[in-house]
């Protein structure tokens, strides 16, 4: 089966409001990518257009091949959509809620209770099944609405916001979900926690103001905004990280900053073997791109700087 989202030239006007303007993009493989962007720049308008909630006024999207229409179920059963205001039902316990959701994407009964039983473990639901929506914390909900958007066995699964508002520990648990479906499925999710965006997701798409600005992996963004500087933190002696960083041609610059090395490269691609021969010297306490912080960084892409 051929697996992946097409995005051609997708317009959304709402009256006198574009939303989306001319935005397309491609995704072919199985993974986690993000998409990210300030509030208003077009997201969840995305994804309800990937979905078939939204009718583009122009442009096309495709689930697997096949084109989105908004009647056409077959496209939709391919998709799971959780928004980020989905609502659950108060009064209804977890199992009874997640039996109604079968029953709505066609299984019978007697699927709907195995597929149920199937997907709680997947996403390591262990709170009784008894349990009343209305008495459950925010990460025992989350994990309900994700557990409902799987029982169709959907292979893109997109997730707006699916990790704000969680606490560490809850956030970890959906994102060692996330990891689990990405391996066989597209998973395409939203999230103001950059550092889920960063550490998660093989690609990172940015919209603004509906335009998208920037489709490339977390390697080549960082590059980019931190002008291929990097800091070097070590256990041991700096100046001999200092000596193999000099002694490759593909460092411009290298210098000691208080507990720091900084440095320049003119090529990401050695960066792997750099750090290898460092290795091989000193004990490394950490590395990254010499950037002050995510938010700032995103503020920097976002503004163009």
């Known amino acids: 089966m051929k697996l992946g989202i097409r995005v051609e030239s997708v317009?959304?006007?709402?009256?006198?409001?574009?939303?989306?303007?001319?935005?397309?993009?491609?995704?072919?493989?199985?993974?986690?990518?993000?998409?990210?962007?300030p509030n208003g720049a077009g997201k969840t308008t995305m994804f309800k257009c990937i979905a078939g909630l939204l009718v583009p006024t122009s442009g096309d999207v495709f689930i697997n091949g096949g084109k989105v229409e908004y009647n056409d179920l077959s496209i939709k059963q391919k998709i799971g959509f959780l928004p980020e205001d989905s609502g659950l039902y108060d009064k209804l316990t977890a199992k009874e809620f997640l039996s109604i959701m079968a029953g709505m994407h066609g299984l019978s009964k007697k699927d709907a209770g195995k597929k149920v039983k199937e997907i709680v473990e997947l996403v390591g639901i262990n709170y009784p099944p008894s349990k009343i929506v209305k008495f459950m914390s925010s990460g025992q909900r989350r994990l309900l609405s994700i557990a409902s958007i799987l029982l169709h066995n959907p292979n893109i699964i997109i997730l707006d916001e699916s990790l704000s508002g969680l606490d560490p520990i809850n956030r970890e648990h959906i994102s060692r979900i996330m990891r689990e479906l990405s391996k066989e499925n597209i998973v395409l999710f939203s999230s103001h926690i950059l550092s889920d965006i960063w550490s998660l997701c093989e690609r990172i798409l940015i919209l603004k103001e509906g335009n998208l600005i920037l489709d490339d992996t977390p390697g080549e963004i960082l590059s980019r905004v931190s002008d291929n500087a990097y800091f070097l933190q070590v256990l041991t002696d700096i100046e001999a990280a200092q000596d193999v960083l000099v002694s490759f041609p593909q460092v411009k610059s290298a210098k000691i900053h208080g507990d720091k090395l900084i440095f320049h490269l003119s090529d990401y691609e050695f960066i792997n073997e750099i750090i290898r021969k460092i290795t091989e010297k000193v004990k490394i306490k950490s590395f990254g791109p010499n950037i002050p912080d995510l938010d700032q960084l995103f503020v920097r892409l976002v503004n163009g700087i």
């Open 11 to 37: 317009v959304k006007k709402f009256g006198d409001l574009t939303a989306l303007k001319t935005v397309s993009f491609d995704i072919t493989k199985p993974g986690l990518y993000g998409l990210i962007g």
